[in-house]
Structure formats: structure tokens, C-alpha cells
């Protein structure tokens, strides 16, 4: 197994907030005391960590100017949770949930007396050490107070509670109060997003969806899990409505074709169709899920682009930026900013094995596998960034101004190990435990520069990512072709010619056009106009 919770665990602490108006949870007068999560976990010269707040700290009050925990976080922690108990029946892990979504509750804002009020359902970002909610950090968060309109915390609390609808069917009281909570934060979007349904934008000369949650289709595509988990299970009508209207919104973020930018993405935010950044990309796992429950053939398609065009081209291409740019219908993007987050990743590895999961397309799980290779070395620093002994994931690969020290490694491992950073990397590796193809493949993390690949070059239309596992001998190759016919590609796997490999040929659907093995050292493999062909070595796979 590839998860270990230890480090989030050492994250996690009880608070005991005070009375404040508009802020109770389950069963508060019974259990006082709730779970949340440090926000931040910095790294300490003799290599422990200290977990802190976000901000300076006031000594005499013990507040950070934005606070110690925040919603995010606590949210996909209890995410976290669920999904473990759920995998393995752990007694701790459904506690941990069920406290941290109590927690979670606790920052939502009710006003029962008054159904209208415009905090009605929305949730508070950030509360202090002492349990005191902070409606206003400082720097500010958009919208400001953090309780006062739709945003990304709002979209993840729906996450968490219709993955914890889902999971506490056995508990009838708290499933109740959970689900009474989600109906109210879905209001609470029907109120502050769904005036909106219908209406477009023209944004860089395209049609753009006005109806999603803080105009992103990253952050719709997060409550889109929540909100698929809890219909699945709830027969909630007014839910699979509110589902089916989102879901139209981030389906209209799918751009561009196998052979441009984005090259089949769905777009992350509505107020732009040039920019994609790899923070928060569920929005295809999300899709998957409509598709799952819905039968939403579009969302389906979406989903499939997403994956099976966009997400192999990124990775040949250097892995999950943090942003990248392109005029629609270029070939190739400027990377604005080269930082890579744990978060980047996750959201590839979870996105491809839901789709092929709910499509039955294999090759998208090997793809996740190359994705999910970034936490064990494929990455520009060259060096893991999950650590199985400890279950710590560091905060990212930052890129130095600086020339790289080490020839081709352009980036340097971010040793804190924050929540964020360390919820996602958990998440991934929850995924890759439930699929040991996806996760023998994610080991192979090493880049492999002797692999010969004749034709990738550089402009060129085949492009290639080659990697290796200097313990086993197993390699893995990823061809990923932009021109509009067919390409014939040389692999020449050098000295990894023993063995048999496995060659997978797909269209730029995910569709398996062609599926076989070789001894042969050196290959000649077919590569479909727009489509992706992988060449694996491996005992595991064989």
C-alpha cells in the first residue's frame, strides 16, 4: 500500500470553539470539541515540522492575521478520510471523518431565521487556533467577507458532504444532518449561481458559460463529485437538476482538438479560453462522475478529450505547470509559470483513472500511472515528492530564477509539507492503490534519456516521454502525436531488450486501436494522428 495517513494525522487537532451566532454542528452540546487541520507545516532544520497558520501570528491573541485552519483544506482532508475508511473498513479513519466534517459544518453559515439572508448556506474560510471563525483575512479573499458568496470553499464543503452522504448510510442521524447541510449549501448555489444558467459570455471570441461557481470550471468540477456521490445514493431530484445544470457549464469548457491548444481541455476558469493551469483539475473526474450517474454522453466526451488528448500531450510536454498559455489553435503553449503542485498531479491521476473506469479505455489507466510517476521523481526536480515511510508530500517544485544546478533539472524540491500539498499527494496515492496497474506504473519515474526514439524530435509531431526504473529494468514510453495522419515512431529500449513489451495503440478518444506484445528490442510502433501509443517493460505488466 501506497497510502499512509501519518503526516496528515500529525496535522489534525481539536478545537473547542466558542458560542458565536449563525455557527453550530452535529451534536455540539454533546461533543464540544471538533477536528480541523493545520493549514501550513513547515520544515525545521533537523528535518521535523512545525504546523502554523496562515500569516503573522499576533503574540498576545495567538491569531494569524488569516487563520490556523481553513474550509479547503478541512474539507478534502475529510475527503481523505472517507475515502480510506471506505477502501480498507479503518475504524480510524471513519472517525477522523466524521469529526472533520463536524468541523467542517461548523464554518457554515446558518440563519434559519432568516432564509434569504445572504449568507444563507455559505461558508466561512478561516478560524484561529482558539476556534474563533475569521471572516476576513488579511490579505483578503474574494468574496470578502469569505461567508458572503459563492466560492471555492463553498464547492469543496459540497464535495466532502455528499462524499460523506454517501459514506454514513449506516448512520442515520448524521447522514441526515449531512444531508441537511448540503441541500442548504446547494440553495446557497441555486441563490448565487444559478440566476445566471444559460446565459454566455464572449470571452476571447468564444461563447463562454456564466453559470459556474466563481466563474471557474475547476471549482464546479469539485462540488460535481460531491454532488454525484450524494444523487447516486439520495434519489434527491432537485440535486441531479442542480448537477445536470453545472455539469452543462464545465462541459462547455472543453477546447480545442487533438492537433491544437488546448488540444481537448477543459478549460479551468470561464473568464479566459488561452490560459490552463494544473491547480485544482478535477473538473474531468467530475465530468466522469455526471456521465457515471447521468448517463451525460457530452459530459462523457468531455471527460475522454480531457484525458485521453489533453492530459497525454501535457505530460510529454513536461508535466502539470502551473500556467500555461497559447493562442486556440497553436501547437505548442508558453509555460508562464513552471511551479508544480502535488495538487497538478492528483488532479491528472484521479481524472484518468475515473474516466477510464467509467469509459473502459485500460490505456487511460496506464496513463495515469505516467501521471502519477510526478510523486516518485517525474518531475523537474528529479526527485520524489511523496514519501511513502512518512505519507508526506512536500508543497511543490519551485523553478529558481537561477541556471539549474543539476543538466536538465530545472526545478528544486519545496520541503514544507502543508495540508494542501499533503491531501493531494494522499488522494493520488488512494487512486493508485486501487489500481496496481496504474500504481507499477507510477514507479517508473526515472527519465530515460537512452531510450532511443528516432523521430521525437524537438517541433517535431511525435513527441515522447521516456522513463525507467533503475532497480527493476522496467520502462515505459509515451508517444503522443499532433500531426493529422498517421506516424511511424522507432523505439529502441536499448538495454532493457530482454523481456516482452507490451504496446498499446489509441485514437485520441482513448479507444484501443491496437494492443500487443513484442520481444523485440527495438520497435516500430504506429502512432494515430492525434492519438497516443505506450510501450511498456515490465515483470508486473509483462
Given at each position: 500500500?501506497?497510502t499512509?495517513?501519518?503526516?496528515l494525522?500529525?496535522?489534525?487537532?481539536?478545537?473547542?470553539?466558542?458560542?458565536?451566532?449563525?455557527?453550530?454542528?452535529?451534536?455540539?452540546?454533546?461533543?464540544?470539541?471538533?477536528?480541523v487541520?493545520?493549514?501550513?507545516?513547515?520544515?525545521?532544520?533537523?528535518?521535523?515540522?512545525?504546523?502554523?497558520?496562515?500569516?503573522?501570528?499576533?503574540?498576545?491573541?495567538?491569531?494569524?492575521?488569516?487563520?490556523?485552519?481553513?474550509?479547503?483544506?478541512?474539507?478534502?482532508?475529510?475527503?481523505?478520510?472517507?475515502?480510506?475508511?471506505?477502501?480498507?473498513?479503518?475504524?480510524?479513519?471513519?472517525?477522523?471523518?466524521?469529526?472533520?466534517?463536524?468541523?467542517?459544518?461548523y464554518?457554515?453559515?446558518?440563519?434559519?431565521?432568516?432564509?434569504d439572508?445572504?449568507?444563507?448556506?455559505?461558508?466561512?474560510?478561516?478560524?484561529?487556533?482558539?476556534?474563533?471563525?475569521?471572516?476576513?483575512?488579511?490579505?483578503?479573499?474574494?468574496?470578502?467577507?469569505?461567508?458572503?458568496?459563492?466560492?471555492?470553499?463553498?464547492?469543496?464543503?459540497?464535495w466532502?458532504?455528499?462524499e460523506?452522504?454517501?459514506?454514513?448510510?449506516?448512520?442515520?442521524?448524521?447522514?441526515?444532518?449531512?444531508?441537511?447541510?448540503?441541500?442548504?449549501?446547494?440553495?446557497?448555489?441555486?441563490?448565487?449561481?444559478?440566476?445566471?444558467?444559460?446565459?454566455?459570455?464572449?470571452v476571447?471570441?468564444?461563447?463562454?458559460?456564466?453559470?459556474?461557481?466563481?466563474?471557474?470550471?475547476?471549482?464546479?468540477?469539485?462540488?460535481?463529485?460531491?454532488?454525484?456521490?450524494?444523487?447516486?445514493?439520495?434519489g434527491?431530484?432537485?440535486?441531479?437538476?442542480?448537477l445536470?445544470?453545472?455539469?452543462?457549464?464545465?462541459?462547455?469548457?472543453?477546447?480545442?482538438?487533438?492537433?491544437t491548444?488546448?488540444?481537448?481541455?477543459?478549460?479551468?476558469?470561464?473568464?479566459?479560453?488561452?490560459?490552463?493551469?494544473?491547480?485544482?483539475?478535477?473538473?474531468?473526474a467530475?465530468?466522469?462522475?455526471?456521465?457515471?450517474?447521468?448517463?451525460?454522453?457530452?459530459?462523457?466526451?468531455?471527460?475522454?478529450?480531457?484525458?485521453?488528448?489533453?492530459?497525454?500531450?501535457?505530460?510529454?510536454?513536461?508535466?502539470?505547470?502551473?500556467?500555461?498559455?497559447?493562442?486556440?489553435?497553436?501547437?505548442?503553449a508558453?509555460?508562464?509559470?513552471?511551479?508544480?503542485?502535488?495538487?497538478?498531479?492528483?488532479?491528472?491521476?484521479?481524472?484518468?483513472?475515473?474516466?477510464?473506469?467509467?469509459?473502459?479505455?485500460?490505456?487511460?489507466?496506464?496513463?495515469?500511472?505516467?501521471?502519477?510517476?510526478?510523486?516518485?521523481?517525474?518531475?523537474?526536480?528529479?526527485?520524489?515528492?511523496?514519501?511513502?515511510?512518512?505519507?508526506?508530500?512536500?508543497?511543490?517544485?519551485?523553478?529558481?530564477?537561477?541556471?539549474?544546478?543539476?543538466?536538465?533539472?530545472?526545478?528544486?524540491?519545496?520541503?514544507?509539507?502543508?495540508?494542501?500539498?499533503?491531501?493531494?499527494?494522499?488522494?493520488?496515492?488512494?487512486?493508485?492503490?486501487?489500481?496496481?496497474?496504474?500504481?507499477?506504473?507510477?514507479?517508473?519515474?526515472?527519465?530515460?534519456g537512452?531510450?532511443?526514439?528516432?523521430?521525437?524530435r524537438?517541433?517535431?509531431?511525435?513527441?515522447?516521454?521516456?522513463?525507467?526504473?533503475?532497480?527493476?529494468?522496467?520502462?515505459?514510453?509515451?508517444?503522443?502525436?499532433?500531426?493529422?495522419?498517421?506516424?511511424?515512431?522507432?523505439?529502441?529500449?536499448?538495454?532493457?531488450?530482454?523481456?516482452?513489451?507490451?504496446?498499446?495503440?489509441?485514437?485520441?478518444?482513448?479507444?484501443?486501436?491496437?494492443?500487443?506484445?513484442?520481444?523485440?528490442?527495438?520497435?516500430?510502433?504506429?502512432?494515430?494522428?492525434?492519438?497516443?501509443?505506450?510501450?511498456?517493460?515490465?515483470?508486473?505488466?509483462?
Amino acid at each position: 500500500m501506497l497510502t499512509n495517513l501519518a503526516h496528515l494525522d500529525s496535522l489534525r487537532v481539536r478545537v473547542t470553539p466558542p458560542p458565536q451566532p449563525g455557527h453550530t454542528t452535529f451534536r455540539l452540546v454533546e461533543e464540544p470539541s471538533v477536528e480541523v487541520v493545520w493549514t501550513y507545516a513547515e520544515r525545521l532544520p533537523d528535518g521535523s515540522y512545525l504546523p502554523v497558520g496562515g500569516g503573522p501570528v499576533d503574540p498576545d491573541t495567538g491569531h494569524y492575521t488569516q487563520g490556523a485552519f481553513n474550509a479547503d483544506d478541512i474539507a478534502r482532508a475529510a475527503v481523505v478520510y472517507l475515502r480510506h475508511w471506505r477502501a480498507t473498513g479503518a475504524d480510524a479513519s471513519r472517525a477522523a471523518a466524521r469529526q472533520l466534517l463536524r468541523g467542517l459544518c461548523y464554518l457554515q453559515t446558518v440563519h434559519d431565521e432568516d432564509p434569504d439572508h445572504p449568507c444563507h448556506g455559505n461558508v466561512v474560510l478561516w478560524q484561529q487556533p482558539d476556534g474563533t471563525l475569521n471572516r476576513s483575512g488579511i490579505p483578503a479573499e474574494s468574496p470578502d467577507p469569505s461567508d458572503s458568496g459563492e466560492s471555492a470553499w463553498l464547492a469543496r464543503t459540497v464535495w466532502a458532504l455528499g462524499e460523506g452522504y454517501a459514506a454514513f448510510q449506516g448512520d442515520p442521524d448524521f447522514a441526515a444532518f449531512l444531508r441537511r447541510r448540503l441541500r442548504l449549501a446547494m440553495s446557497a448555489i441555486r441563490r448565487q449561481v444559478l440566476p445566471r444558467y444559460g446565459q454566455w459570455r464572449v470571452v476571447e471570441d468564444s461563447a463562454t458559460p456564466a453559470w459556474l461557481i466563481g466563474d471557474g470550471a475547476d471549482l464546479t468540477g469539485e462540488a460535481l463529485l460531491g454532488l454525484c456521490a450524494y444523487t447516486g445514493c439520495s434519489g434527491d431530484d432537485d440535486a441531479r437538476k442542480l448537477l445536470e445544470q453545472l455539469a452543462e457549464g464545465v462541459t462547455a469548457m472543453r477546447t480545442g482538438t487533438p492537433w491544437t491548444w488546448p488540444f481537448g481541455a477543459v478549460l479551468p476558469c470561464a473568464l479566459s479560453r488561452s490560459a490552463w493551469h494544473a491547480w485544482a483539475g478535477l473538473a474531468p473526474a467530475g465530468l466522469a462522475r455526471v456521465y457515471e450517474v447521468a448517463g451525460d454522453l457530452a459530459a462523457r466526451d468531455a471527460a475522454l478529450a480531457d484525458a485521453a488528448s489533453f492530459t497525454p500531450h501535457l505530460l510529454v510536454e513536461g508535466g502539470p505547470d502551473n500556467l500555461r498559455v497559447a493562442v486556440p489553435g497553436a501547437r505548442e503553449a508558453l509555460t508562464i509559470d513552471g511551479v508544480q503542485l502535488s495538487y497538478g498531479a492528483q488532479s491528472r491521476v484521479e481524472s484518468l483513472l475515473s474516466t477510464a473506469r467509467v469509459t473502459g479505455r485500460p490505456a487511460l489507466s496506464t496513463l495515469a500511472g505516467i501521471a502519477g510517476s510526478w510523486f516518485f521523481g517525474n518531475n523537474p526536480a528529479g526527485a520524489p515528492m511523496y514519501d511513502p515511510a512518512t505519507g508526506r508530500t512536500y508543497d511543490g517544485v519551485d523553478i529558481p530564477d537561477a541556471p539549474p544546478q543539476q543538466p536538465g533539472r530545472r526545478g528544486v524540491v519545496h520541503r514544507d509539507a502543508g495540508a494542501e500539498s499533503t491531501i493531494h499527494g494522499l488522494l493520488a496515492m488512494l487512486a493508485l492503490d486501487a489500481d496496481p496497474h496504474a500504481a507499477a506504473v507510477a514507479r517508473i519515474a526515472e527519465p530515460d534519456g537512452d531510450t532511443d526514439t528516432g523521430d521525437c524530435r524537438k517541433g517535431g509531431e511525435v513527441r515522447c516521454l521516456s522513463l525507467r526504473d533503475p532497480r527493476t529494468g522496467a520502462r515505459v514510453t509515451l508517444l503522443r502525436s499532433v500531426a493529422t495522419s498517421t506516424r511511424i515512431c522507432d523505439v529502441d529500449l536499448g538495454d532493457a531488450a530482454e523481456g516482452t513489451s507490451t504496446v498499446t495503440v489509441s485514437d485520441p478518444a482513448g479507444e484501443e486501436l491496437e494492443h500487443y506484445t513484442t520481444s523485440a528490442g527495438r520497435i516500430r510502433a504506429l502512432v494515430p494522428a492525434g492519438g497516443f501509443t505506450i510501450v511498456t517493460r515490465m515483470p508486473e505488466i509483462g
